[in-house]
């Protein structure tokens, strides 16, 4: 199972933490992944100044909602189609 850390703490919040969650949702959903990718909320990641952070099976990037699905496609789902 992939893990999916979203930061929700001040600075993310403010940066669009909850439309990076949306985004992730919805590809979850369309993509029918939800057995293979699971999300969860984190309270700070420890990089606030590169706000929305996300930590992807323990690597930490920066996200924003303009490049969300593309992170999605280019990072998750080479996880999610390994063999």
Do not use: Q, W
């Amino acid at each position: 199972m992939t893990e999916l850390k979203i930061c929700v703490g001040s600075a993310c919040h403010l940066k669009g933490s909850y439309d990076v969650i949306e985004t992730f949702k919805n590809l979850i959903k369309e993509l029918n992944v939800s057995d293979k990718v699971e999300i969860k909320a984190a309270f700070c990641l420890g990089r606030c100044t590169e706000a929305v952070s996300v930590d992807l099976d323990g690597a930490i990037y920066s996200v924003s909602p303009n490049n969300a699905e593309e992170f999605f496609e280019k990072n998750v789902l080479k996880r999610v189609n390994k063999p």
